[in-house]
């Protein structure tokens, strides 16, 4: 089972806690009527679906309930971090750097 | 319902009496007026909890804790928070028939625990308490003491923990 470290409760807690929730960092538009059609598609539908390190919103649905965001690498499914919902997407260069 | 469910030797499987059970929802900056109005000074760190009597209060999520009083106090509990609500605005909710309280002890409480919970549970220290999942149900965890915790699980997963704790207490005591 894969274990995911929660930014909030600070611990790693088994992936059963968790709930996937799409991809990180899509802001809604501040003005749906000014959009075209195909830009409120894209918004809607459009994701990169990356081979390899993906931004995404997981949520501690059976803990703290908390949504926030991971990197994690599509290919390995290994996860680089975990981040606070509202923080930047960290660099994948300093990150490896770290390590 | 407040007869022993299961019991051999190594653990034993209890439903327990109702407490007065809240939800409360109140900006960690804050916490000292909850504190006041509860009488018991709240846990800050999510895992944590604190006892005083009757009293007891968990820390579950960044601002959200459970808070347990005696089923008599309830009354006295929601007006001390009423009366600090337009200074400091909070949520309190009363959530005391909302769920069960299964206590399990014994030697053998851990085994039977992990047979559906997926936490490594030698990390919970006693006095905490921590929100997850037992099977498919959402429950919250409260370790008593290094081999007595109690699970608070939602009225209508009961009748499904129950059973699954029921098959795995005989399990363990077939030496399964
Ligand atoms: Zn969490």
């Known amino acids: 089972m894969l274990l995911i470290h929660c930014p909030y409760c600070d611990d790693t807690l088994p992936e059963l806690e968790f709930a996937y929730a799409g991809e990180a960092h899509i802001a809604r538009p501040a003005d749906p009527s000014k959009l075209s059609d195909e830009e409120w598609r894209d918004f809607l539908f459009i994701r990169t679906n990356v081979k390899g390190v993906h931004a995404e919103r997981w949520r501690h649905i059976h803990g703290c309930g908390r949504f926030f965001n991971a990197l994690r690498d599509t290919v390995s499914d290994r996860f680089l971090t975990t981040y606070k919902a509202g923080e930047a997407r960290p660099d994948v260069q300093t990150l490896e750097a770290a390590e | 319902m407040n007869a022993p469910v299961t019991n051999f030797d190594a653990v034993t499987v209890t439903v327990l009496p109702p407490v007065a059970r809240f939800n409360l929802r109140i900006a960690p ?99 905490g308490a921590k929100r997850t999942v037992f099977d498919y149900a959402q429950v919250t965890l409260i370790r008593d003491g290094e081999d007595a915790f109690r699970l608070e699980v939602w009225r209508s997963y009961v009748p499904h923990v129950q059973g699954l704790l029921d098959v795995a207490t005989r399990e363990l005591a077939a030496g399964l």
Do not use: M
């Not at chain 2, 006041?36 to 009293?55: E, H, N, Y």
């Open chain 2, 29 to 127: 900056a804050d916490l000292a007026v909850a504190s006041k109005a509860l009488d018991l000074s709240l846990p800050t760190r999510i895992g944590q909890g604190s006892q005083q009597g009757d009293r007891a209060a968990y820390c579950i999520g960044p601002d959200e804790w459970l808070l347990h009083a005696a089923e008599e106090e309830q009354q006295a509990i929601a007006a001390a928070f009423d009366k600090v609500r337009t200074e400091t605005p909070h949520s309190l909710v009363v959530i005391s028939d909302r769920e069960v309280t299964i206590g399990i002890s014994g030697p053998a409480a851990v085994d039977l625990l992990s047979v559906a919970c997926p936490l490594d549970l030698s990390r919970i220290p006693v006095g």
